[in-house]
């Protein structure tokens, strides 16, 4: 998009870059691109809006410049979404970062500067803010000087360096390559200096083993500009901070700890160059001082230095730190590479060209690399801004995906042992248990010999299950045949054991679901399909979703549960998963001697005291009439009270030898009709799905055609449904059309009227 | 008025019409009311005119069907009805409009056309089977039996 000309000017009144000259670049096919110089924005100049807020010197320090003028954004894997900021104590002491400024995209843009105007001891980069009480950002220029103590920062406060930075406001692509350098060190004493330390361009370093064992330690990374400068050439910009020069921003405010410096703009140490990794020292002597913070990107392992000029950090080199930094410099979405040749005269489809993509204008780490960068859309961009970029609208940063990632699981079995066997091995231990049933002294009790040999009770009672499933399960198991034990009893027979209950992951196939019609029959409501999966039944299979595209089926079994899961992919996405039962539990029969004894024990017991409640109820009731009858000293109330009395004993004695009569006939029964409790150890569930195909299969359902359909009539006569904005002399033949717009035709409005009629009924053109 | 007599076989809808003249043009007088858009004329009768079933009336700049019959005296009286399609022919072709059916689309698209004779109560089934997988029944160690203890 162009930027604002509300603030950056009228596309007329850009003028041209210093990189003056028009240039030409071959591409491999013997063509050669003509390449522009950039446009940039002058603020200073008489063509600028005088509304813009830039030339105001009351423009607060922390505004910096409006976000129209980024072409791209800084996405994930860009090390500026994740500043880390570390602090080097009084005594010099570096420590790791402890804080890291998240965002998540973040605008840049690209500018120039030009200093010549002002004194050589002013500079448009960011300077240490010495006073601990001023907390604002700095974006206009101060004294190099000013980090000495004392100095009145505000000294300068009428003077906007914002005059002096010229974004580029539009540059093509082509006019610059960059190339990722790497400083890299020899020492590991923390102590100390690190030692010498030596920059390569990164394919250098990496291409030569000897460079990394001489030099093994990233300490610094910067991706170094290179720009036209004649017809199939480049050059490393290089310039000194007074004269004119240029390099990259962010547009984003930082949230900085409080005396920490800031800047929005560059970090650089190298002029004309973007940091990657490592500590930025923004100050031009190029080191730390105490008391004061730094920005870090990336993530060093190692932190060191106890005097301004040692400090640094650092990483042992690998391949995978090399990918980060491609990533880094790929979010620009600018092409680079990590060879000082092919960033001087490389082609920009050779294979060690590299170009980073824009997902809606945001680099997210992503690049492509040779012929693959044709592809990209900024190879056919005009200039910088025909990107898309948007910064003023919501940004859409979520972490896209059409991968499906499948993890591992396997179980600890500490209890049990599981073993894949044959169908002859399960009819062997089936005779060897019933054989060690004979085993058994016959002067110990069968359930304490049991309990010793088997660990329980009962030997059927080792048997947890038995499944059968529907693969070969041998190469998930140690394939070492072991002998099999029931409990501490070695049975002589050999299974293969599962020393871990692995969920493992198979493929059941795939298939391309193809058009077959191509057009409007090929999707619901006319077409439907659906996907048989062993095991799990049926899925339906949306035509609209899947056409054209790859159905795969994955399938997970639980050896513990026998249970499966079936997983559905669209090419490598996952969308939909079935689960069932893929494993036939085998039925094992058994008695529970224990269960049997306990409850012969127990019904006995309760027959015990319900005989002894029925007879003390029974003497009650006998007492209670002796005594009755024995009355000698006679008188009538005595007499009467006391047959009371009796009448409600003798009410609750016989109640209390009615409960006590049950009772007793209630535990005679239970002992009578205990019965031998079986157990079952599995149940047989059904196998019929064992017998259903075992490859998955897709369903299709289609339309059918009337068989006295005639296309060629059905075209004369009816016409082919479509639907398009356009003329009828686009078309031919019979044609229906609506809405036809006669502006200006010099019909009378009946004739307008009959116009539209025919048009709608069918015309033939 | 100047009209041209023409006899055209091409379809009544057609925006185009394919004529064959069948006189030059020549002063035919109105007959009745003057109608710009059914407009009756009369003349002299002539064998040739009676193929006559459109003209064109370059006072009107307008083409028309013609219907010939003929009145008690023997003179001829053609009833014409205006043929708008003819007429702006260049200005219907070229205009903005929403194509909702054609033949020259050639068959049929996305567009979901309900007139297309598909029988409601029938489908083709068929079916596509996956490449084969590990799923066996004939596995030789298919059996996983779960057991307590162990050489553990």
Not at chain 1, 345 to 374: A, C, P, R, T, W
Not at chain 1, 381 to 403: A, V
Not at chain 1, 608 to 614: G, V
Not at chain 1, 670 to 680: A, D, G, H, R, V
Request: aromatic share 12%.
């Amino acid at each position: 998009m162009l930027p604002n000309p509300l603030i950056y000017g009228k596309p007329e009144s850009w003028i041209d870059s210093f990189l003056v000259g028009n240039y030409t670049f071959e591409v491999t096919d013997g063509n050669s691109v003509e390449i522009k110089p950039p446009t940039l924005f002058n603020f200073g100049s008489e063509d600028a809006p005088k509304s813009t807020i830039y030339e105001n010197p009351n423009t607060p320090l922390s505004t910096p410049l409006e976000k129209s003028i980024a072409y791209a954004g800084l996405g994930r894997n860009s090390p500026y979404n994740s500043i880390k900021y570390l602090y080097a104590d009084t005594a010099g002491n570096v420590y790791t970062p402890t804080y890291t400024d998240e965002k998540s995209v973040t605008p840049f843009f690209l500018y120039e500067w030009d200093v010549s105007a002002i004194s050589n001891n002013h500079n448009l980069r960011s300077v240490y803010r010495y006073n601990a009480k001023d907390s604002a950002s700095v974006s206009r220029s101060r004294k190099v000087t000013a980090w000495e103590s004392g100095i009145d920062v505000d000294e300068y406060s009428g003077y906007n360096s914002n005059l002096y930075i010229k974004p580029w406001t539009s540059f093509d692509l082509k006019s610059l390559v960059l190339c990722i350098n790497v400083e890299c060190i020899k020492g590991t004493d923390t102590s100390s200096q690190y030692g010498a330390s030596k920059t390569f361009s990164l394919d250098e370093y990496m291409s030569n083993d000897q460079n990394i064992v001489d030099y093994p330690y990233l300490k610094y990374a910067e991706a170094v500009i290179y720009t036209i400068s004649g017809d199939n050439k480049r050059t490393r910009y290089q310039t000194s901070n007074a004269v004119r020069g240029f390099n990259f921003a962010i547009l984003d405010n930082l949230d900085v700890p409080t005396t920490a410096l800031y800047s929005y703009n560059a970090f650089f140490r190298t002029p004309c160059s973007i940091p990657l990794w490592g500590m930025l020292k923004c100050i031009t002597t190029g080191t730390m001082q105490e008391g004061q913070f730094d920005m870090v990107l990336g993530s060093p392992e190692i932190y060191y230095g106890t005097n301004s000029t040692t400090k640094g950090c650092a990483s042992r080199f690998s391949e995978s730190l090399a990918e980060e930094l491609r990533m880094a410099t790929a979010c620009f979405g600018l092409f680079f590479t990590g060879d000082s040749g092919i960033a001087t005269n490389g082609h920009f489809d050779d294979d060690d060209m590299y170009l980073g993509i824009l997902e809606n204008g945001i680099g997210n780490g992503k690049y492509s690399s040779g012929v693959e960068n044709k592809n990209q859309e900024q190879w056919t961009w005009r200039d910088s801004n025909d990107s898309p970029f948007d910064p003023s609208k919501d940004i859409d940063d979520n972490n896209y995906s059409d991968t499906t990632n499948f993890g591992s699981v396997s179980i600890s079995d500490a209890f049990v042992t599981r073993y894949a066997v044959s169908a002859s091995t399960l009819e062997g231990l089936a005779k060897e248990l019933y054989k060690s049933l004979d085993m058994c002294p016959e002067d110990v009790p069968f359930t304490e010999y049991s309990v010793s040999e088997y660990l329980v009770n009962s030997p059927i009672d080792c048997i947890v299950s038995v499944m059968k499933f529907p693969l070969n399960i041998y190469k998930y198991t140690s394939q070492i045949s072991e002998n099999i034990y029931f409990g501490r009893y070695k049975s002589g027979e050999f299974g293969y054991p599962l020393r871990r209950a692995v969920v493992p992951m198979f493929d059941l196939g795939s298939c391309t679901y193809f058009k077959h019609f191509d057009d409007f029959r090929d999707y619901t409501p006319y077409s439907s399909a659906t996907l048989y999966i062993p095991f799990c039944g049926t899925v339906d299979i949306d035509p609209a979703e899947y056409m054209g595209h790859t159905i795969s089926v994955k399938m997970s079994i639980d050896f513990t549960t026998g249970s499966c899961c079936a997983y559905i992919l669209k090419d490598s996405l996952c969308v939909n998963t079935a689960s069932g039962t893929c494993a036939i539990e085998i039925p094992v029969s058994g008695i529970d001697a224990y269960t049997y004894n306990s409850q012969i024990y127990k019904g006995s017991i309760n027959f015990q005291q319900a005989e002894i409640t029925a007879n003390q109820a029974r003497d009650r009731y006998t007492q209670l009439f002796m005594s009755q009858s024995s009355m000698k000293n006679f008188s009538i109330t005595k007499f009467l009270k006391s047959v009371q009395d009796r009448e409600n004993q003798l009410d609750n004695a016989r109640t209390d030898l009615k409960r006590a009569t049950i009772d007793m006939v209630s535990a005679a029964y239970s002992l009578q009709t205990t019965q031998i409790p079986f157990k079952m150890i599995g149940a047989s569930s059904p196998a019929t799905s064992a017998v259903m195909e075992l490859s998955p299969r897709l369903i299709l359902y289609r339309p059918k055609m009337l068989d006295t359909f005639n296309a060629e009539v059905y075209g004369k006569t009816i016409g082919y449904a479509t639907l398009d904005n356009s003329t009828l002399s686009s078309y031919s033949g019979y044609t229906v059309a609506t809405g036809i717009r006669l502006d200006g035709i010099s019909a009378t409005k009946d004739e307008q009227l009959m116009i539209e009629s025919l048009v709608s009924q069918g015309v033939i053109v | 008025m100047t009209v041209t007599l023409y006899n055209t076989n091409s379809p009544t809808n057609a925006v185009s019409k394919a004529l064959t003249a069948i006189s030059s043009a020549m002063d035919i007088q109105p007959f009745g009311a003057l109608d710009i858009l059914y407009p009756t004329l009369i003349t002299d009768f002539n064998y040739s005119f009676l193929n006559c079933n459109y003209c064109y009336i370059s006072e009107f700049n307008r083409y028309y069907f013609c219907t010939v019959s003929t009145d008690n005296a023997g003179r001829l009286i053609l009833s014409c009805e205006v043929d708008v399609l003819m007429t702006y022919k260049e200005k219907i072709l070229n205009s903005p409009c929403v194509i909702m059916r054609s033949e020259s689309v050639g068959k049929p698209t996305l567009i979901p056309d309900e007139q297309l004779p598909i029988i409601p109560n029938q489908k083709d089934i068929t079916s596509i089977i996956f490449d084969s997988g590990e799923l066996t029944n004939a596995g030789e160690f298919s059996y996983i039996i779960t057991l307590i203890g162990g050489d553990k």
